[in-house]
Structure formats: C-alpha cells, structure tokens
C-alpha cells in the first residue's frame, strides 16, 4: 500500500496552484499523505485529488477481482 501512496504522492505533487503557480509538498507519514501547499484553497483541491485517486485504485481492485470471479463462473 506504501508503493501506491508513493504513486499517488508524485501525481499530485506536480500540480500547480492556479493562483500562485506554486507545487505542493507532499510526504508520506505513517501511511499518511500529509500536504504543505501554499494557500487553503489549492491545498483543498490537492485533498480532493488524493481521496479521489484512493477511490480509483480500490474501485480498480474491486473490478479486477469481480472479472476473475466471472471468469471462473464461465470456466465452470
């Protein structure tokens, strides 16, 4: 999980806050994505990139086990 973290963590560290054309500063604490990011608002919207990233890869997990399921229901 640590590795997926990681990925996501360097996704979202290139994006620039609109207003100040700065990057944030992400780390990784005890399984956690801590942001350091200029302003308020561009931190919010890195919060929302991270959930939303956390939400595609368990959503992905979950779709790849029902496929293995189906194909044993068909193999049977």
């Given amino acids: 999980m640590k590795h997926e973290l990681t ?4 996704k979202i560290e290139s ?3 609109k207003t ?4 944030a500063k992400l ?3 005890r399984g956690n994505i801590k ?3 200029c302003c308020d608002k561009h931190k919010q919207f890195l919060e929302r990139q991270v959930e939303y990233e956390i939400y595609k ?4 997990e ?3 086990r029902m496929t293995v399921l189906t194909l ?3 193999a049977v």
């Fill in 35 to 37: 942001i350091s990011s």
């Fill in 57 to 60: 890869l368990f959503n992905k």
């Fill in 7 to 10: 990925l996501i963590a360097c």
């Fill in 72 to 74: 044993l229901k068909h």
């Fill in 62 to 64: 979950d779709e790849e």
């Fill in 27 to 29: 780390k990784i604490v």
């Fill in 20 to 23: 100040h054309s700065e990057t």
């Fill in 15 to 17: 994006l620039k806050c």
